[in-house]
């Protein structure tokens, strides 16, 4: 095998593990940022706020305002439970207005 050929087959075997490790890929977050995104404005109480919905590697970032730390609750949970979320990272803020 050549020296090139073991340099592919390196960087191959790299990016199959690295994958792996990180857990989900750019199309599983893609689908799980869509599944969120549709859950949260399915919310009767959630869907009139604007709620931005970040995915990483299956890790879910929740942006924006809404009026009660119950709105904040429930998105958090939305997010949750959506299959393939691994974790959420809540950065909704309460206006108190609710």
Known sequence: MSTISRSLTALALAGVLSGGAYGATNA????IN???RQQ???APSLKFYS??????HGAVYLEGLVD???DRSEAEAIA???PGV???YDELAVSGNG
């Open 28 to 31: 599983d977050d893609a689908q």
């Open 34 to 36: 869509a599944a969120v």
């Open 40 to 42: 949260i404005n399915g």
């Open 51 to 56: 709620i931005s919905v970040r995915t990483f």
């Open 68 to 70: 009660t730390s119950v």
């Open 80 to 82: 949750g439970a959506v």
């Open 86 to 88: 691994m974790k959420v």
